[in-house]
């Protein structure tokens, strides 16, 4: 993959971020240090940086995507009322890979969990 200062932001950006910034946050950031960078070019690094496997791409399904740079082993919250995405501080479920093979005649070599509900903020109110 070749250097560019504006992947190199981004990159910087979304490993310096606990938000799990969409493309749009990350557009908005970047612009502001490259003001010619367009969405185009944005998208396109966020998918490269995506496939080596430098970031996360999080798909909520109802929502935008959203991009992590945390690349240990966690789980993801979505809240239901605000839409915020937060890590989830949890014990491995390493387990469920093993649940899901029994019975199954390939081989499960991974997960991705997302829990939905209210966050402290949107429980509160």
């Known amino acids: 993959?070749?250097?560019s200062r504006q992947r190199d932001a981004i990159l910087d950006y979304i490993k310096g971020s606990t938000e799990h910034p969409t493309a749009d946050m990350v557009y908005t950031y970047v612009r502001a240090?490259?003001?010619k960078v367009s969405l185009g070019t944005v998208y396109r690094n966020l998918n490269l940086l995506a496939?080596?496997?430098e970031i996360l791409r999080l798909?909520?399904?109802?929502?935008?995507?959203?991009?992590d740079g945390n690349m240990e082993p966690h789980y993801h919250f979505v809240c239901n009322h605000c839409k915020?995405?937060?890590d989830l501080k949890t014990t491995?479920?390493?387990h469920i890979n093993t649940l899901a093979n029994v019975g199954f005649d390939g081989i499960v070599e991974?997960?991705?969990v997302l829990f939905h509900g209210l966050c402290p903020s949107c429980k509160n109110k």
Request: aromatic share 8%; glycine share 14%; charged share 25%.
């Open 51 to 53: 496939e080596e496997g």
């Open 1 to 3: 993959m070749r250097k």
């Open 92 to 94: 491995s479920l390493e």
């Open 33 to 35: 240090l490259y003001p």
């Open 110 to 112: 991974g997960h991705q």
């Open 59 to 67: 798909t909520q399904g109802n929502g935008p995507e959203r991009f």
């Open 84 to 86: 915020q995405v937060l």
